[in-house]
Nanobody, 118 residues
Framework: QVQLVESGGGLVQPGGSLRLSCAAS????????MGWYRQAPGKQRELVAR????????YEDSVKGRFTISRDNAKRNTVYLQMNSLKPEDTAVYYC???????????WGQGTQVTVSS
């Protein structure tokens, strides 16, 4: 059984920073792709950032230049999202996801709340 566990969410003031972490455990040797989606109240879930095992990254336009996704090669199946210059519109539940091939992701964490407010 595969489990993804997120950490690092919380309340931060506009302009502040947070770092999300996601660690996977279970029978998958190495995920091909890992990343983060988010869902704000009343909105659809959207891709925030993703990274492949080869290091290729993709970002949602509104977070480019502010968020950085990375993987820890020493810790298989661990992914981070460094979020800087946070804005109130970044407020959402952030979900870590992953899969072994490039398809709609099958593996998900439980979500972590990020709230940006003064």
């Amino acid at each position: 059984q595969v489990q993804l566990v997120e950490s690092g969410g919380g309340l931060v003031q506009p302009g502040g920073s947070l770092r999300l972490s996601c660690a996977a455990s279970g029978s998958i040797f190495r995920f091909y792709v890992m990343g983060w989606y988010r869902q704000a109240p009343g909105k659809q879930r959207e891709l925030v950032a993703r990274i492949t095992s080869g290091g290729e990254t993709k970002y949602e336009d509104s977070v480019k230049g502010r968020f950085t996704i990375s993987r820890d090669n020493a810790k298989r199946n661990t992914v981070y999202l460094q979020m800087n210059s946070l804005k109130p519109e970044d407020t959402a539940v952030y979900y870590c996801g992953a899969d072994i091939i490039d398809r709609p992701w099958n593996y998900w964490g439980q979500g972590t709340q990020v709230t940006v407010s003064s």
